[in-house]
């Protein structure tokens, strides 16, 4: 196939109908404004059936079509839809080597990743997942899980393990300021929301034919209809909403509660629930509903009951589309939801008197239709005003045009499941070779043993505490633009302005001698944490001296491991030089012992004190981030505020 070469081509991964996702049809509404001045093309998975609804002038072609011609589109702009569902799994290994403009449909991508981990039977990778979201904390659930099938207490709605997806994000678009302060909260700021827009073919169902919907649907004309809208989960809150309507009909409403959407039996029982509350006669399951079906139900209802809890961090295109019909909603006041003005839907706080709020609420809006007409009125109004898709989808187009063209790299550490890597090293024979033409400088560990990577132009390097000859040898013998390298004094940090050096570096080769961690070992690897860039290496050697050292913590290699660990870092290689080993040309002896510790950045969570011999002997999970800093500290330079999730 031939692609048109226009500079204005956007390239955009994401299911589309007959899929029976929401994204799909999400997308397909903004397709006409995607077009008007861009050369749009659409990668769908290998697998889709053939897309229905697809304006001719649109390219819509499979994965692996992209991958054959990924050449042709190295110049476009990337767009991913993300969802926490199988019809977005497949644009997953694109997107972490190829960054682009993510927009990020649920917060929460646990069951995304699972996809990708444990439904692959592959416990490691999953635990490689939680070690990337959660740090060494994360790495022990995860080899919990593995050695002993245990899951802890925890649900999948606490462990988001959205990390990776939006790290290897150029740009991320959300629909709340919920989702973006919970994303900028672990240190992305390349954050925009715009709403979810509301759906142009709300237009063919005026609310005004509410009794005719009935019609069609066989609904009763004179009883009270409640409806929850899409699939039938536990987290809709379904058995709180039946145990309420049990008060409403000893009350003696005349009601219907229609269960408008999916049942998922293996997730939940509803039938169940209905039974145990003795409402069969008062409660409609209807299953998969097709658009006109959904728009019918909608628009037949007197009272919307979405009532999410938790929250994935889901905004919702069922919500959306009801309050722009004018329906009284009822909601959760909670994550997105609470976002909505207090008289545009009525919102229940979710503490420990939620049942008896709810069944309040309930009984009070089913006994006064004003009200639910007030709410309908002013919440048609609010979304016109600020959902409507022209206005949204020009605010992605100006998020896309603001993003650069993607250069296909390995983007996160938790992308290893590519075979992909950033980094090359000399052979240390070739290395030897090299230097024995360049410096008589008695270097250290890590040269010895070729552990530093070979350049790549434009990579931001970070030296601290080396030497002036030492320096040099990056550029002549490694290939590192010299434009790209700051050597630094790790204790002149304070006075360079630390946050010109926040999450900026992709190689950070450091010397400390063991005396600077005496006191809190966490803290200062925590700070080297703070300056690399993601999937970062650091290459840290420690020189021993042969005095005493009196530590407030251990200090051997082992628990070093362990430190590094707890600070983010996945540990690739350890290596030790006595002092009385040598670097063959060079004829002076080593005047320390040495230890050359080389890892991988893996997470911005910090496990603060790590060992039960460490001060406080509680391990707290703490996250960096450029927001949580605060003064100087005398004691090592820079101090973190660091506060508990």
């Not at 439904?119 to 959660?134: F, G, M």
């Not at 207490?153 to 991320?172: G, H, K, M, T, Y």
């Not at 010895?448 to 990577?453: A, D, K, N, V």
């Not at 050359?596 to 060992?611: A, E, N």
Request: proline share 5%.
């Amino acid at each position: 196939m031939l692609f048109n070469n226009n500079e204005n081509k956007i390239v955009v991964f994401c299911p589309l109908p007959p899929k029976p996702n929401g994204i799909a049809d999400y997308f397909l509404e903004q397709v006409p404004y995607f077009s008007q001045n861009h050369n749009l093309n659409i990668v769908i998975e290998d697998n889709h059936p053939e897309p229905i609804g697809v304006p001719s002038y649109v390219t819509v072609i499979r994965l692996t079509e992209y991958l054959q011609n990924r050449i042709e589109f190295s110049h476009a702009k990337h767009v991913y839809h993300v969802g926490n569902n199988h019809d977005t799994q497949y644009l997953l290994p694109v997107l972490l080597s190829t960054p682009g403009v993510v927009i990020v449909h649920d917060l929460n991508l646990h069951h995304l990743i699972g996809l990708t981990t444990l439904s692959c039977d592959s416990k490691p990778s999953y635990t490689e997942a939680l070690a990337y979201q959660y740090g060494r904390l994360g790495k022990l659930l995860g080899q919990q899980l593995e050695s002993f099938g245990w899951k802890g207490s925890f649900s999948p709605e606490e462990l988001e393990l959205n990390a990776s997806v939006l790290d290897s994000a150029s740009q991320i678009i959300v629909h709340s300021q919920y989702s973006a302060d919970r994303i900028m909260a672990r240190g992305n700021t390349n954050v925009s929301v715009i709403p979810h827009h509301l759906a142009p073919t709300i237009a063919h169902y005026p609310r005004k034919l509410k009794n005719e919907y009935r019609n069609q649907l066989g609904l009763p004309q004179d009883k009270l209809i409640f409806t929850s809208m899409g699939f039938i989960a536990k987290a809709k809150q379904i058995k709180a909403v039946l145990t309420a309507l049990i008060e409403l009909d000893k009350s003696g409403i005349d009601f219907v509660y229609v269960l408008a959407g999916q049942c998922k039996p293996h997730e939940y029982d509803v039938y169940a629930d209905i039974q145990a509350a003795g409402l069969r006669d008062k409660v409609i399951v209807t299953g998969f509903l097709n658009e006109q079906e959904f728009y019918q139900h909608i628009g037949a209802t007197d009272l919307i009951i979405n009532l999410r809890y938790p929250t994935g961090g889901e905004s919702s295109g069922t919500l959306t589309r009801a309050l722009g019909m004018g329906v009284c909603c009822l909601v959760v006041n909670i994550g997105p939801f609470a976002e909505l003005p207090d008289d545009v839907a009525c919102k229940l706080d979710y503490d420990d008197s939620f049942q008896v709020l709810l069944t309040e609420s309930l009984l009070k809006l089913a006994n006064n239709s004003d009200e639910r007409t007030a709410y309908g009125i002013k919440a048609k109004g609010w979304i016109e005003r600020t959902h409507h898709i022209e206005v949204t989808t020009k605010q992605y187009l100006e998020v896309i045009a603001s993003s650069t063209a993607p250069s296909i790299k390995h983007s996160c550490a938790f992308s290893e499941q590519l075979n992909v890597t950033d980094n090359y090293f000399l052979p240390k024979a070739l290395l030897k070779q090299k230097l024995e033409h360049e410096t008589d400088a008695n270097l250290g560990l890590a040269w010895r043993e070729s552990l530093i990577p070979l350049g790549v132009s434009g990579q931001d390097t970070l030296l601290l505490n080396t030497a002036k000859d030492e320096e040099a040898l990056f550029s002549s013998v490694l290939q590192y633009g010299t434009t790209d390298i700051t050597a630094v004094d790790f204790d002149s940090l304070a006075e360079d302005n630390y946050f010109q050096h926040w999450h900026k570096y992709k190689v950070v080769y450091a010397i400390f001698p063991i005396a600077t961690f005496i006191d809190d070992p966490v803290y200062l690897l925590a700070i080297l944490n703070g300056l690399c860039n993601t999937a970062s290496t650091l290459v840290l050697t420690i020189k021993i001296d042969h005095q005493d050292v009196d530590s407030a913590v251990p200090l051997n290699q082992q628990v070093f491991i362990e430190y590094l660990e707890a600070a983010g870092f996945k540990v690739t290689n350890v290596e030790t030089a006595e002092k009385d080993i040598n670097f063959e040309r060079v004829e002076q002896l080593y005047h320390q012992s040495q230890w050359c510790f080389t890892g991988q950045l893996i997470s911005r969570m910090v496990d603060r004190y790590p060992l039960p011999q460490y001060p406080q002997a509680n391990s707290e999970a703490i996250l960096l981030t450029q927001k949580g800093m605060k003064s100087m500290s005398p004691k090592c330079g820079i101090d973190y505020m660091m506060e508990p999730l």
